[in-house]
């Protein structure tokens, strides 16, 4: 039996409003509005999604050069037909169908200009999303690297290469889902379980592949993973004292290196990953609020709610039945 392709594929190859103008020589740009400056090059995530979104997915403009620039968030490109020239931190990457291109935020990248047959998918992504996913992939892994460079380690600009995933059905099928998923979604998207999940399937799949890395490397990737792994596995007593004696440091000269490679102290670390972990419980259970925030290690019920309102602009309640499908 043959098998399928992408089947958004179709739809995907029609002409944009952007590529017309192109094409019939209305412009010879690209399109700058998307761009936080002009003169800086840097593309901005809030020019580009909803408000209250984390995530979402454009095609890549083609007949045009894309000069160098940067992004503020997370894109990953992946090539449903045709290729994709680019220069990635100055390296040249030639991807065709089935590749994969994992960028994260700060790093230049200037692409070629694609023909009608060069159909690129842009995943455009908030760092954020990333920062529950690591309990999906193995912490020795290339993806778990990348998250912790991405999220938790400003100064580090990394891109990894996939080669051949259309060989892999399942990162195909998931692909297909996420989109779906994405295009059928009319409100918030911003912490969907679905999306989230299938996102964590599709870096599941990826872990089984190994990537080419462009990078500023750093040593230090390993201790940041752990210290993140045991929050997440201590969100209730998560204590600095304690992992300072796991790893063999002194409290004092931890609490240092977190906030020198993480920009990060310690207590906001484990407050930012103890409200994902809450956003995930009010939408996939039917606890009480005030249960999961005990739960989870928030003894004062006021601070919660403060901290809550502070970083999503909603309540908790409110999150939950704006979100919970």
Same mark, same amino acid.
């Given at each position: ?11 995907? $190859?029609?002409?944009?409003?952007? @590529? ?24 901005? *995530? ?17 007949? +045009? ?10 894109? +990953? ?13 100055? /390296? ?18 200037? %692409?070629?200009?694609? #023909?009608?047959?060069?159909?690129? !998918? ?25 998250? =912790? ?5 400003? /100064? ?17 099928? !998931?692909?297909?889902?996420? %989109? ?7 409100? &918030? %998207? ?8 299938? =996102? ?8 089984? @592949?190994?990537?080419?890395? !462009?990078?500023?490397?750093?040593? &230090? ?11 997440? &596995? ?6 600095? +004292? ?13 609490? $240092? ?12 670390? =484990?407050?930012? %990953?103890?409200? @994902? ?13 005030? #249960? ?14 403060? @901290? *809550?309102?502070?970083?999503?602009? =909603? ?11």
């Amino acid at each position: 039996m043959k098998e399928k392709g992408y089947f958004f594929i179709k739809n995907i $190859k029609k002409y944009s409003h952007e @590529e017309m103008n192109i094409v019939t020589n209305s412009t010879s740009e690209i399109d700058y509005s998307i761009f936080k400056t002009a003169k800086d090059r840097i593309v901005s *995530f809030d020019k580009l999604v909803n408000e209250g979104e984390q995530i979402t997915v454009r095609r890549h403009t083609r007949f +045009i050069d894309y000069p160098k620039h940067s992004h503020d968030y997370i894109e +990953i490109n992946f090539v449903v037909s045709g290729s994709s020239t680019q220069r990635v931190d100055g /390296e040249l990457v030639e991807l065709k169908k089935g590749d994969l291109l994992f960028l994260s935020p700060g790093i230049e990248h200037d %692409i070629s200009r694609c #023909e009608e047959e060069d159909v690129m !998918i842009n995943f455009i992504i908030n760092p954020s999303f990333f920062e529950s996913l690591l309990t999906f992939i193995d912490a020795k892994n290339f993806l778990s690297d990348f998250i =912790v460079q991405t999220v938790f380690k400003r /100064e580090t600009f990394t891109a990894l290469v996939f080669k051949n995933l259309n060989t892999n059905k399942e990162v195909k099928s !998931i692909i297909n889902k996420i %989109i779906t998923e994405l295009k059928n979604q009319k409100t &918030n %998207i911003l912490h969907n379980s679905k999306i989230k999940f299938l =996102v964590g399937l599709l870096f599941v799949e990826l872990s089984n @592949e190994t990537p080419y890395k !462009i990078s500023k490397n750093s040593y &230090n990737d390993k201790i940041i993973l752990d210290i993140i792994n045991y929050i997440e &596995n201590n969100l209730e007593d998560a204590s600095l +004292i304690t992992l300072s004696e796991k790893l063999n440091f002194k409290d004092y000269n931890l609490a $240092k290196f977190i906030k020198k490679n993480t920009g990060q102290t310690f207590k906001e670390i =484990v407050k930012d %990953i103890r409200l @994902e972990k809450i956003c995930d419980l009010l939408l996939s259970t039917d606890i009480s609020i005030l #249960e999961i925030a005990r739960m989870i290690g928030f003894s004062s019920s006021s601070f919660f709610y403060k @901290e *809550f309102n502070f970083k999503y602009g =909603v309540s908790p309640k409110e999150y939950r039945d704006l979100n919970k499908s």
